[in-house]
Every structure is written in C-alpha cells, then in structure tokens.
C-alpha cells in the first residue's frame, strides 16, 4: 500500500549545534510511482510532498495546466520559479551553452571559471535580468540540490517533467555549486538518466535559471540527544549512527523494522531526502561530522531504483556528493529517515523564555500548529508562581497568542515562573516555557557622623 502524507517539523528539547545544510523547506517527493521490488520501503511506497507545478505567462499570472504556451513555471512545494526553455533561436533557446563563469569570490567556490563573450553562465544570468525577464531581475543558476529535484524518478531519458519542462536538453545542466574538491569543477544534472556529477567550468552545459528564496543558507541541525539529528529546515529526523553495509532489498527491510528513540515510522530515504544533508562546502566526507560522527567518505542506499536500469538504485556518494545509479546486491551504507504522517500535530511555541524587569506588566508567547489538523490546547501556570497568571489566551486551536501578566517583584532576588502549554496527540507536548523576573537595584545610605 502506498503511503502518503506531507512533511511537518518536530520538535523536542534539544542541543543545537552549527553543522551545515542546505536549508531547503518542503522536499518535493521524486515522482517515482513504479514499483520494482516486492520489499516494502522503496521510494514508490511512500508519496512525501507530491510534486505540483504551475505555468505562468510573462507576468507571472497563473495559467491553466492545458496552456499550450507559457514564459515561466511555478514549482508549488518549494515555490521556486523556473524559466522555461524554448526553441525558437532567442535567450531561451534549448540549444544555448555555456561555459561556468563567476567572478565573485565568495560564491565561486575558490574559482571564477571560464569568462566568454556573451557565451558564459554570467553572460546569460545578467541578459535576463537585464531584460527583466517575467517582471523581475532577480534570475540566478540553480544550486545543486535544487536543478537535482526537478529529476524525474519514474522516468529516463527525459528525466523531468515534460508537460511542465519542455525542450529540456537531456545532457548536463549547470548549478551554481563549484566542487569542494576541484574548484574547477562544479556540479551538473543529467537529464537523461538523473545522475549529478562535476564536470570542468571550461566545458560547455545548458542553463536553466531559476529565481526565488536561495535553498543554500546554513542551518544547524538539531542533536536530539537520542540517536537521532533533526534537519529543521526540512523537518526531516535522522539516524545518526552507522549500520553497517547491506544489498539495498536488506537496506529497505533493515530501516522498515528499526525502533530508535522511540519511533518505529522509520525508512530508506529517497534520493532528494538523503540529498538534503550533504555538505557540498566539504569533502571526504560531504556531511556535518558533528551532527553525523561516524559518518563514512562512502556510498549509501536511497530508496529510488534507477528507471534506466531496475536492477540499480541511486545512491549518495558522501566522499563529494555526487549521485549516482549502482546494482541493488552489492553492500553499502544506510542512513535511516522519518518524517510526515496524514493529520500529525506538531505543537510550537515562542519565544520560550522572557526576561522581564523588576515592575508589573505583561508578556506574551505565540503558539501554533506546524504540522496538520485541528490542534487544541491549553496553558496554566505550574504551581509556585503564584506571582504570574494568563490574563488572556489560556486555551486555543492550532494559533494563538497567551498573555501573562505578573506583579512587581520587591525581594531581594530574580524570580522565575513556568507555562505549560498541553496539546493532546502533538508532537513537541507539553512544552513548558518560562518568564524570568528582575530584582530591584541595591540602594544604599551613607550617613556621616561629627
């Protein structure tokens, strides 16, 4: 039975640390719908996030999806905008290449490339902006991850969506991501069969552009203290430590069955998801360390089988990065994932301390529902703090706003008063938040004697 359902954020008491990924929000689910083994867990058991998209004209006005003609495309899960290729001999056109080019050093990865005559990546990235091309100037090359994620799992040889992407050109697509290793490299997407590899900026590639809120900003991670690192920009959890290798029938049935830190929802991860930790600023290995320990410079499983070739599945390369497609017998490495379940409440709550002075007065916390469904709940002050009581908000669905208000503290020392904010059946509940209080400054009299 295939399931489906829509990612949501969890949240616990926890230790956050500075490890590096690539903030990505919503991972679109990869399309992968066949089914190619009888072993629960592959990628077309599990729809996460289905992919949608929409066309747009050259204002960025919504078309039906039966328009035969559109300017741009509006992926709807991660709301990026994607130019659309054309064949008509302008800009646009299909059959356009470049050479990688970018004289920034801060975004070149330690290495501008190769500058052409309007023939460069920069060359095309500034003609669009410089055209305003669908009413903005704002037009970027992709990261990595992002070009990755428009792969098409179920398909091969046009690899992406083709009602959406036409003229898609199946050979090598540039990113913006130089490789950590070979600064003379940087990333591209193939296609035809959905790989990701480096190749030199000097040779030539496609160019999709794309605009909208860059998925490459540095998130830490989220160490549970449990076995288990939560990634809160995809709000996805992860196995932290290493199982060992296994075929990929033995990887699925081995993350199907885990029970670790209290979840048995655990599985393979699929391409775009085990995609979503690795650190392309490093290598050897390409991941967080800190929040990953005894992660390998190795392969590890995805749950995507290659449609190219069945008896292959993806696999995530964490020496550099790359993805690519190898026989299901052979052994390598597994990483498990959970996230997302139909209905699944998620209870936040912020800030979750305030620090008031020494008056009367009042202080709010905003609570809200970061999953999906009706979520009720309720607040009341825990006993002894007596000083602090809800003046308003003490119960809600999904958001709200709860207002406290607490008396002056005249004594000798800081105070502190706890809220505890219940949701029945939410992850992240009860959630206590505090309210700390000021003292009143020394004052002292100096008298003096004759």
């Known amino acids: ?14 230790l956050i640390i500075p490890g590096l990924c690539q903030a990505f929000g919503k991972i679109p689910d ?17 729809t996460i996030n289905p992919p949608s998209y929409t066309k747009l004209d050259s204002n960025g006005n919504d078309l039906s999806n039966s328009a035969a003609t559109w300017v741009m495309v509006r992926d709807n899960v991660t709301g990026l ?201 490093r290598f050897n290995p390409a991941i967080d360390r800190t929040a990953f320990p005894g992660a390998l410079s190795s392969h590890y499983w995805t749950s995507s089988t290659s449609p190219h070739s069945p008896d292959s599945a993806w696999d995530v390369d964490f020496y550099y990065g790359d993805v690519y497609h190898r026989n299901k017998s052979g052994g390598m490495y597994v990483r498990a994932v959970r996230g997302g379940q139909p209905g699944s409440l998620a209870l936040s709550v912020s800030p979750t301390n305030r620090s008031v002075t020494k008056d009367a007065g009042t202080t709010t916390f905003s609570v809200s529902n970061t999953g999906t469904g009706a979520m ?24 709200g706003t709860i207002t406290c208000q607490y008396s002056a503290n005249a004594g000798p020392s800081s105070r502190t008063a706890t809220i505890r904010i219940t949701a029945t059946g939410a992850t992240g509940s009860p959630m206590d938040v505090t309210v700390t209080q000021g003292v009143p400054p020394c004052t002292y009299s100096i008298s003096s004697s004759s």
């Open 1 to 14: 039975m295939k399931k489906t359902f829509k990612l949501f954020f969890f949240f616990c008491t926890v």
């Open 30 to 46: 990869t399309g992968q719908t066949t089914s190619f083994t009888n072993t629960f867990g592959e990628d077309a058991d599990y």
């Open 81 to 281: 905008i994607w130019e659309n290729k054309t064949d008509d001999g302008s800009i646009h056109d299909k059959d356009n290449t470049y050479t990688w080019y970018d004289p920034n050093p801060a975004t070149n990865g330690g290495n501008e490339g190769t500058p052409g005559n309007g023939t460069d990546t920069k060359d095309f990235i500034d003609a669009l902006n410089a055209a305003n091309y669908g009413g903005h100037k704002d037009w970027r090359l992709p990261t990595y991850k992002e070009l990755s994620m428009l792969v098409h799992a179920n398909n091969y040889s046009q690899a992406i969506n083709t009602a959406y992407f036409m003229n898609t050109q199946w050979a090598d697509s540039w990113t913006s991501s130089t490789n950590a290793h070979y600064p003379d490299h940087a990333w591209g997407v193939n296609f035809s069969r959905g790989n990701v590899y480096i190749q030199l900026k000097s040779d030539t590639g496609y160019v999709r552009a794309v605009r909208g809120e860059q998925s490459g900003s540095l998130q830490p991670l989220i160490i549970n203290g449990d076995g288990t690192a939560t990634d809160p920009s995809t709000g996805l959890m992860w196995q932290q430590g290493e199982s060992g290798t296994k075929s990929w029938e033995n990887a699925l049935t081995y993350c199907e069955n885990l029970v670790l830190a209290g979840h048995s929802d655990w599985r393979l991860p699929n391409r775009s998801e085990l995609q979503s930790i690795v650190n392309y600023t």
């Open 376 to 399: 009720p709940w309720m607040a009341s002050v825990m006993p002894g703090s007596s000083w602090l009581s809800i003046k308003s908000g003490g119960s809600g669905s999904n958001a």
